[in-house]
């Protein structure tokens, strides 16, 4: 199959969920055949840092990437879509630290991609094909990650917070052409109980109910409401928090 790009240019601005700092991504067709390069815009040079596991600095509750002391946060979203598109070749620019959270999903960045037009270019199409089973285990957070050979992208995911709010849940991709239309509206989510600890991390500044669904796992008390107003913008539709 051949590679393919994006016809015109488009950009999206808005806050970052981590930094709560104001960022703008300028999505660029490439007509080499070079994966997907981010372009770090600062002190008045580029960096360019590709979208590749190696490039991975942290994952904590978002995906980073780094090279030569610049970063960018939260990338995960906009690979997602890029991803499902069938998308070989970018390039995106970012002004900031951190991609857009706009609502907390996928769904900004399909319609923009789908917007911008698709096209094929020359080269051929790279894989990466899995031959035997795969298991990794990361005991810290007890997640687990299995690879199986198949003759087609599927994914089986299985969550299970033992929390009496949100239990087990599963869901499975069997088509990735379905993942526009059926999973890009799915958004980010996370428990009240949770809030204050990620706040003391230095995460979630730009966080609210316009970007994120937060569940309430415990009583919210009017003692809980006054402290979160002071370190995030819950105070708008705090009856909006499932369960309150």
Do not use: W
């Not at 007509?31 to 979208?51: L, P, S, V």
């Not at 600095?57 to 879509?81: N, V």
């Not at 991803?83 to 996928?106: F, K």
């Not at 309430?216 to 309150?244: H, P, W």
């Amino acid at each position: 199959m051949s590679r393919k790009t994006i016809k015109n240019p488009f950009s999206l601005n808005g806050v970052g969920l981590h930094t709560g700092r104001e960022s703008k991504i300028t999505v660029m067709p490439m007509e080499e055949n070079n994966g997907i390069i981010f372009i770090k815009k600062t002190n008045g040079f580029d960096i360019e840092i590709k979208a590749d596991v190696k490039n991975v600095t942290t994952t904590i509750r978002s995906t980073t990437i780094g090279k030569e002391g610049a970063e960018i946060k939260t990338i995960e979203h906009l690979l997602a879509a890029v991803y499902a598109l069938e998308i070989d070749d970018l390039y995106i620019e970012v002004e900031g630290d951190e991609i857009p959270i706009l609502d907390g999903s996928s769904r900004y960045f399909c319609e923009n991609i789908k917007n911008a037009g698709i096209i094929e270019k020359e080269g051929e199409k790279e894989y990466f094909v899995v031959d035997d089973l795969f298991e990794f285990k990361y005991a810290e957070t007890g997640s687990e990650y299995i690879a199986l050979p198949c003759d087609r992208f599927e994914i089986s995911a299985l969550i299970d917070f033992k929390s009496p709010v949100v239990n087990k849940q599963f869901a499975e991709i069997r088509d990735i052409s379905t993942f526009c239309d059926e999973f890009a509206d799915c958004r980010t989510f996370g428990f009240f109980s949770e809030i204050e600890s990620l706040l003391d991390q230095g995460l979630i500044k730009g966080g609210s109910l316009d970007n994120a669904i937060v569940i309430a796992d415990k009583e919210i008390t009017k003692q809980d409401i006054k402290r979160f107003e002071k370190k995030v913008n819950l105070e708008k539709s705090m009856s909006k928090i499932r369960g309150y």
